[in-house]
């Protein structure tokens, strides 16, 4: 089938790093914060922890492990313990290794006892997993940071867009779908049915999840492995979460995606080599999701004080003590857009879009930290002639 070519509108993470046996259980003079989340949040887990580690105010350890989505629901909606002597994933503090970056391998620790997550996450509307809709009364789920996804392809690839149609045929039906050049099924490299990135891209393209054609990766690592190592690029595609994607452009490209019903393909970004997502932002990239950040409760108190702080601070909620750390950069770095930086909103996986304004505005801050581009935002250091001052940047609201 010839491709129809488009008029493209729009301007356009770290892999998991390698673990080591640990002989050592997670015993820390901090407290200790247990996470189950999705392997799109494993840059910002590392980052975030570093952070704590060496908050004067409030010093935490968060320990982390990955899985999918839907698992990470369904551990904490059945309060299952993750069993004791599993490998957990940390970072040190300065004190331990001041020469630490977050390109750095994690240090790797047991669980001294089984434990029910303090934390668990999913990388988009828990609505979408099987059983996920109504939580129990004793979970609570807060929404934080967006997560977009993206259809990558090696950097020798010439192609450079793809349509909502083209992405139902090769996906749908692989090489049945005669969707040049993508015809090769071993050269589609995709997710299992457990995951965000393929459940989210299932209901932006109507291919239900467990009926993908292509060859199932249980990480995002194994995607990126692929794609850079398949003999034949000009035919190779798999999917990412945009964070994923952002690590590794030197040696992948993205495609600009069509969605049903518009004119034009839009990468994530303003351009293809921007990293200001502006594209998610404000409706025109529609392949998002946002996180969701779980923790058992009794009525309204939770389980665990610290499990709140952290939750808190990724969605952008008020903490106490005061964190001595920006988190709204740790959340831009890793690719990840805050809920208030966001002017679109949807109420399911793959809804429509409509307008959106955060009770606090952080527009400007974000894109303080993402764009290269002079903004247009004032800058402030307690008051404004119109909005409100806030991170020293006059925000709307």
């Known amino acids: 089938m010839t491709r129809l070519r488009l008029l ?13 046996a640990a002989a050592a259980p997670c015993n820390f003079t901090d407290p ?18 570093r952070a704590l580690r060496d908050n004067d105010a409030k010093p935490l350890v968060l320990v982390w492990r990955t899985s999918g989505s839907c698992t990470n629901i369904n551990q904490i909606y059945q309060q299952t313990p993750i069993a004791a002597a599993t490998v957990m994933s940390y970072v040190p503090s300065v004190a331990e290794d001041a020469g630490w970056t977050p390109s750095s391998p994690v240090l790797t620790c047991e669980l001294p006892a089984a434990k029910v997550p303090d934390i668990s ?11 996920g809709d109504a939580p129990p009364a004793n979970v609570r789920l807060a929404q934080g940071p967006v997560q977009a996804y993206v259809l990558a392809v090696p950097e020798a690839s010439p192609e450079t867009y793809i349509t909502y149609e083209e992405a139902y045929f090769v996906f749908g039906f692989g090489a049945a779908g005669m969707i040049m050049p993508w015809i090769d099924e071993a050269q589609v490299f995709i997710r299992t049915i457990t995951k965000s990135t393929q459940l989210a891209w299932a209901a932006n393209i109507s ?15 194994m995607v990126v492995s692929a794609l850079k190592t398949t003999p034949t690029p000009a035919k190779a595609i798999g999917i990412l979460g945009a964070e994923v994607y952002d690590a590794e452009r030197a040696s992948l490209n993205i495609l600009a995606f069509r969605a049903l019903g518009q004119y034009a393909a839009y990468y994530p970004d303003s351009t293809s080599t921007a990293t200001d997502k502006q594209n998610v932002r404000d409706g025109h990239y529609t392949v998002w999701s946002p996180t969701v950040w779980m923790e058992t409760v ?6 665990s004080p610290d499990a709140r702080y ?11 003590p005061r964190q001595d750390f920006d988190v709204e950069q740790i959340i831009a770095a890793v690719g990840l857009i805050p809920d208030c930086a966001m002017t679109v909103t949807r109420s399911f996986e793959g809804g429509l879009l409509s307008p959106y304004a955060a009770a606090e505005s952080c527009v400007c801050h974000y894109e303080s930290l993402v764009s290269d581009e002079d903004s247009t935002c004032q ?15 006059c925000e709307v609201q």
């Open 8 to 20: 493209l509108l729009a301007g356009g993470a770290s892999l998991l790093a390698p673990q080591v």
């Open 379 to 393: 800058t402030c250091t307690d008051t404004c002639a119109s909005g409100v001052c806030r991170n020293g940047f």
């Open 207 to 221: 291919v239900p999840a467990s009926q993908w054609r292509g060859v199932p990766n249980e990480g995002s690592p």
């Open 298 to 303: 009794t009525g309204t108190t939770p389980l």
């Open 310 to 320: 952290v939750i808190d601070l990724i969605t952008n909620k008020s903490v106490t």
């Open 32 to 49: 200790m914060v247990v996470a189950q989340v999705g392997d799109t949040q494993n840059n910002l887990m590392k980052r975030l922890g």
């Open 121 to 131: 996450n999913s990388a988009l509307f828990n609505s979408a997993c099987p059983g």
